[in-house]
């Protein structure tokens, strides 16, 4: 079997053994529900509801507030209790709306009722998926109606499902593709009718043979589908390493994947698709991956959005140890939480808790310059450069060396054998350069219309001399 990969990224241990054999199970959690506003890339969602408000399962709590936004959707029935600021994954509060789930799961009239799909126009697809709140689920957050709309649906050669699952310890999407790959494709087919020209393609890494084999025999001799095996490597699930190991083409930051004539959404996100457009169901749940060696009963659960971490975790069983570290997401692009008082959204892959945190258990060193990091790169950067621009405060130098095509995975600090927070530096001096560029952009707004302003002043001084002459 021919495997696909990329250049460079690295080989974490994989963890996927805790939770990759555990079925996937719903969970009914109670009390209170929180949605933010801000569960994607783009513009907040605007709350179209208030305190008192009894809301239904299904029913719009949040109207995208602008063209790259998303709707958010209330996965419960209940009272409104509060439109406030509550606290993210991120450490930071977001406006949301909270709910008190009364238990009852009443649904608004239409949910569940199946659809003709291969009989829908492409815009009645695109208007579904925008009205169902998708995002893309494999963490990215972005809206997928957007996503959906390219500039030209004629250039689009490729639609790759991506089930590669790269991050250490996460099976979320492996038990999808194990339990749930009729749903995906179902999304997939919903997806190239909007795209006559493209190939579906569902990647997934070799290390997951048994979800090759199974979806595989699902699609038989379709020649529209097929199935890609890539070659087990971090990050082989990031989008640019993803179009390069399946179609050979490139894309850097400036670029979207339609530049290259591409398309890519994560499994979950096309089940999502099939539900809304098929089963005409919103985005109300995801499968999330709960693991870590400090973890009770690893699992792989169906959760509401808008439940809590800690009643997630507790369903689970609780800790069995105390956790040096909790990670949303997994170990290497995950964020590191501080509390499990917060709500699952539409980008949540993971919680992870565990007994040991390597990183504060291994001091950092000086750089040795093993090159290590360059090798590893999946973006052909230099880090040791890089770093010395950073820490000199040279955002200039950073931009020169391509820093802000970094795509923060990770791969660097993880080979860096002195332990040195490679990754975090280039977050934040690539935060450091985007914050330069606004305030140099809106200087530039300002010259710009002193400029227009003085014209027009002189213009109009012109016109009254000339007046002035003739009288």
Not at 76 to 103: I, W
Not at 428 to 452: G, I, L, S
Request: charged content about 25%.
């Amino acid at each position: 079997m021919k495997l696909f990969t990329f250049k460079g990224g690295a080989h974490p241990n994989e963890g996927k053994a805790l939770s990759e054999n555990c079925r996937i199970r719903a969970l009914d959690l109670q009390g209170e529900f929180v949605f933010p506003m801000s569960q994607h890339i783009g513009a907040p969602a605007k709350p179209v509801v208030a305190p008192g408000d009894r809301v239904l399962a299904g029913q719009k709590l949040g109207e995208a507030g602008g063209f790259i936004s998303a709707d958010v959707i209330s996965s419960v029935s209940g009272t409104v209790k509060a439109v406030e600021p509550r606290m993210q994954v991120s450490g930071f509060p977001v406006m949301s709306v909270v709910v008190e789930n009364d238990g009852l799961y009443e649904t608004v009239p239409g949910i569940g009722e199946k659809r003709d799909y291969h009989a829908l126009s492409k815009e009645e697809i695109r208007n579904i998926v925008r009205e169902a709140g998708i995002v893309g689920l494999g963490g990215a957050g972005f809206p997928t109606a957007v996503k959906l709309m390219p500039k030209n649906d004629e250039g689009i050669d490729w639609f790759i499902a991506n089930g590669s699952e790269c991050e250490p310890f996460l099976t979320s999407d492996y038990r999808m593709l194990m339990e749930e790959a009729e749903r995906i494709i179902g999304g997939l087919e919903i997806c190239l009718q909007l795209f006559p020209h493209a190939k579906g393609v569902i990647a997934i890494e070799d290390n997951k043979p048994e979800a090759i084999a199974h979806v595989q025999e699902l699609l038989g001799d379709r020649e529209d589908i097929r199935v890609a095996a890539l070659k087990t490597k971090y990050p082989e699930g990031g989008e640019r390493q993803l179009i390069n190991a399946v179609t050979g083409r490139y894309i850097n930051s400036g670029m979207l994947p339609a530049d290259a004539g591409c398309i890519v959404d994560n499994v979950a996100t096309l089940a999502a698709i099939y539900d809304a457009v098929a089963e005409s169901t919103p985005l109300m749940e995801k499968v999330i991956t709960i693991t870590g060696d400090a973890v009770t009963e690893p699992a792989n659960v169906k959760v509401r959005l808008g439940a809590s971490y800690q009643a997630v975790l507790e369903a689970c069983g609780g800790l069995r140890v105390r956790a040096r570290k909790m990670i949303c997401g997994g170990p290497m692009m995950g964020q590191a939480l501080f509390e499990t008082d917060c709500p699952v959204t539409k980008p949540s892959s993971a919680l992870c808790a565990f007994a040991h945190d390597e990183v504060a258990e291994n001091p950092t060193t000086p750089c040795i310059r093993c090159g290590r990091c360059v090798e590893a790169c999946p973006e052909f950067l230099v880090p040791p450069m890089m770093v010395k621009a950073a820490t000199h405060d040279d955002l200039a130098g950073f931009e020169k060396l391509n820093g802000m095509e970094c795509m923060e995975c990770g791969t660097c600090s993880y080979v860096c054998p002195a332990r040195r927070p490679l990754t975090q530096i280039f977050k934040q001096a690539r935060k450091m350069v985007m914050a330069d560029r606004k305030v140099k952009a809106a200087e530039q707004k300002q010259r710009e219309a002193h400029e227009a302003a003085a014209k027009l002043e002189a213009e109009q001084k012109k016109a009254a001399d000339q007046a002035a002459e003739k009288e």
